[in-house]
């Protein structure tokens, strides 16, 4: 599916659950059921109805929009096996520290305002009236070792182009798992129909610009001197792979 399409609502009760829990990213149960001025067991009974439909989940006491966004997939290496799948809420933390460990070694500055929105959220998928956010990580034996992400606009001019963000801890790189992650966000681009999808990296970042251009990106433009790296002034380079 693309970005999920706009729900419909048995009633003005679910219809307030659902707005509440979408302008939050995530919120708690009992923060949802005092927000909603009905009775419990109407709350009770609208929260298992959004819940059926799949148009929210409920996780631990906390209460997130659902986002469909594929299966779980197994690869083998030399090195051992590991796993690409959507991410879930509870790998906000791996997710987070793979972010950090990737940017702690490369200049990766799209990437750290991808962390940083993502503590801000205090969710790691996102879908709003405005925009979505979806994930896939890629995990060893349960731990987050590389991810990668789409920023999703729903503004209707910006609907067929999407942001990816991808990156591996530098300890597992050298085993296709940063290409397997590429393709999963791709295909995924892909499937649910947009055009685009672009990254923007700085030019002295020749790591992830090799990867990318390996993986048929082009160089659409650049921003001269748009960064400021240790004290420099570095380019932008707004890398783009079309369908």
Do not use: C
Request: proline share 3%; glycine share 8%.
């Amino acid at each position: 599916m693309r970005a999920p399409e706009r729900p419909t609502f048995d009633d003005e009760a679910s219809k307030e659950i659902y707005q509440y829990v979408e302008r939050h990213g995530t919120a708690e149960r009992h923060r949802v059921r005092d927000a909603a001025s009905i009775p419990a067991n109407q709350f009770q009974e609208s929260l298992e109805k959004l819940k059926t439909k799949g148009y929210l989940e409920e996780e631990g006491g906390t209460i997130r929009v659902s986002l469909d966004v594929g299966s779980i997939e197994e690869f083998e290496t030399d090195d051992g096996s590991y796993t690409i799948r959507p991410a879930r809420h509870s790998d906000f933390e791996g997710v987070v520290d793979t972010i950090r460990a990737v940017t702690a070694t490369e200049t990766y500055v799209v990437a750290e305002t991808v962390a940083e929105q993502l503590l801000y959220d205090d969710a790691v998928s996102r879908h709003t009236t405005v925009e979505s956010r979806v994930f896939f990580v890629a995990t060893v034996d349960g731990e987050v070792i590389g991810w990668t992400h789409l920023d999703l606009p729903h503004v209707e001019k910006l609907r067929d182009t999407a942001q990816l963000t991808v990156g591996v801890r530098p300890e597992y790189r050298g085993q296709g798992i940063g290409s397997q992650l590429l393709t999963r966000g791709l295909d995924w681009a892909e499937a649910n129909g947009y055009r685009k999808v672009y990254n923007s990296v700085p030019a002295t970042n020749d790591t992830a610009l090799a990867f990318l251009e390996a993986h048929g990106w082009n160089t659409e433009g650049i921003r001269k001197d748009h960064y400021t790296i240790d004290d420099g002034f570095v380019d932008e380079l707004l890398m783009a792979y079309e369908f």
